[in-house]
């Protein structure tokens, strides 16, 4: 107690020294403001796409039962409840605005952020807590405040968590609402992204740690943990519409390089290295570990920070987040994604601060340090700025469809215009205003076929359940190859698509039109004359 009312007392002093608001010097609020304003502007230019568009089709439907029934039965994105619901909500009060719909990202993210900077504070100084605030916003993690998806909120969510419960395991009373903060937090999490449950992990390693050094358990924290653990109650009504995909999510089983291409992503945001790169970064990644671990000790022994050995383990724990991911992805759910394990940012983030402590204790260095994460997130920003430019004038081009093209699709027996591409369909159905392109587009799918190239049925189950409730046209492939002389099709090479392998295999011959989406488009003129055989 003494050792707490001298830092307290040390740190009314740091503060007088400069302007502060609720704690925090200039430079974070700085921080704070260029995160906000980088977001908005990217986010301005940022048309929504991709995953984004499976969100909103479910959550703007006519009502929550409706919504209900949906990931109940036939979901398009296998996230919890949670975050469809506040999307839902949102719609109905907004419209589907693209402002309104990132802004619980962004106010997730800024709340990450300043729970860091006051779970820092607590650590070392105020110049270790500003680094803190400030270093996600070069990671991986930015991305998403502006993105429609769960995870700005679950990074805000998994920061209250882990201030709640520093603040109760630091306190011996008056933790009341710390405790109901920390239950919340966590059940939240859980119900926002199923791979929210490894928030657990740290904050179980943490407490083992307080249990063993006190030798005594803290009721009112495990029935906090435990609260926050039972909202894994209301996964259980979706649990049957998200296992649907599990069965062919990926091509492969999930695999160990997963682990490395996380940490690309969280500390880079760059996951598309090669897998020599990923191995020399699991070495780096190895020696930084080492220099933190180091470094922390060798702080903690000097009593340059107040890091109890529970929050250490706390934050060593949630770095590590990426590897209890992949083992969880390996063998339960046999899937993995980077953004799966991104509440990783805040353990690298703590550590990564604590292991500095020693650089921004000097005030010139310290200086230098926030001058470059400043300058380097502006030019970030900027560059973002220009990409998501970039991106809107070139997709709103390519929803001109030529003449030569237009008038291939209308002299077609259907007059429709054929694709596989999920995205493109959904991008037209939210940015093609009139739907003078969408009429003529139908959507087309493949159970058998998707098998057979990409060794996943995930689109083609994304496309079944859409038939469900979207105004669309959809429709098997083998019916519309049943009769596909004259008919236009959009081949997109590379990547997930398989129609022209599907049209070279079966020897289908087609004739170029022209190029429509940034892809090309072709007439068939003469049908399938066999499938070759496939090489295993």
Not at 377 to 397: E, H, I, L
């Amino acid at each position: 107690m003494h050792e707490a009312l001298i830092t307290e007392a040390g740190e009314g002093k740091q503060q007088k020294r400069g302007l502060h608001v609720a704690g925090m010097p200039l430079w974070a609020i700085a921080f704070l403001v260029l995160t906000v304003v980088v977001s908005l502007a990217i986010g301005h230019y940022w048309l929504i796409n991709g995953d984004d568009l499976l969100e909103i089709w479910c959550d703007r439907v006519g009502s929550l039962g409706q919504l209900l029934h949906i990931q109940r039965t036939s979901p398009l994105v296998i996230d919890p409840f949670f975050y469809h619901g506040l999307t839902f909500v949102g719609i109905r009060l907004f419209g589907v605005k693209p402002f309104f719909l990132r802004l619980p990202s962004l106010v997730g993210f800024l709340v990450m952020q300043v729970c860091l900077f006051y779970f820092v504070r607590r650590i070392a100084s105020v110049q270790v807590a500003v680094f803190a605030l400030a270093f996600p916003m070069v990671t991986g993690g930015f991305i998403y405040t502006v993105e429609i998806r769960p995870y700005g909120v679950l990074l805000g969510l998994f920061g209250l968590a882990m201030l709640s419960w520093q603040t109760a395991t630091r306190r011996e009373e008056h933790r009341a609402l710390a405790l109901v903060v920390l239950a919340l937090s966590i059940a939240a999490a859980i119900n926002s992204q199923y791979y929210g449950v490894l928030l657990m992990l740290p904050l179980c390693a943490g407490e083992a740690v307080r249990v063993w050094k006190r030798r005594r358990v803290d009721v009112p924290m495990l029935l906090s943990l435990g609260a926050g653990l039972a909202g894994m109650v209301f996964l259980l009504p979706f649990m049957k519409g998200a296992a649907e995909f599990r069965s062919h999510y990926k091509a492969d089983n999930v695999p160990y390089q997963s682990i490395t291409q996380t940490y690309n992503f969280l500390v880079l945001g760059q996951s598309t290295f090669s897998q020599q790169a990923n191995h020399l970064l699991a070495i780096l990644l190895g020696v930084l570990v080492a220099f933190v671990l180091w470094s922390s000790i060798r702080e903690r022994r000097d009593k340059a920070i107040r890091l109890p050995e529970a929050e250490f383990v706390f934050l060593l724990t949630l770095a590590a987040l990426p590897i209890f991911a992949y083992l969880l992805g390996h063998f339960v759910t046999h899937a993995m994604e980077s953004r799966y394990a991104l509440g990783a940012v805040l353990g690298i983030t703590g550590l990564l601060s604590i292991a500095l402590v020693t650089v921004l204790r000097n005030r010139i260095a310290c200086s230098l340090v926030f001058a470059l994460l400043f300058a380097w997130f502006t030019w970030n920003g900027m560059m973002g700025v220009r990409a998501a430019r970039s991106y809107r004038d070139q997709s709103v081009a390519a929803m001109v469809v030529p003449p030569k093209v237009m008038a291939a699709i209308m002299a077609s027996p259907t007059q429709m215009l054929y694709t596989q591409d999920i995205d493109l369909v959904g991008f037209l159905a939210f940015h093609d205003a009139d739907a003078k392109v969408l009429q003529h587009v139908a959507l087309v799918y493949s159970v058998d076929e998707e098998m057979r190239w990409n060794h996943s049925e995930t689109d083609s189950r994304i496309v079944e359940n859409l038939k469900s409730f979207a105004p669309y046209t959809i429709l098997p492939y083998e019916a519309v190859m049943k009769e596909p002389v004259g008919r236009v099709f959009v081949l997109t090479h590379g990547g997930w698509n398989w129609i022209d392998k599907a049209f070279a295999n079966g020897q289908v011959t087609a004739e170029p039109v022209g190029e429509a989406f940034g892809a090309e488009v072709v007439r068939v003129v003469q049908p399938s004359v066999g499938q070759r055989q496939l090489v295993p």
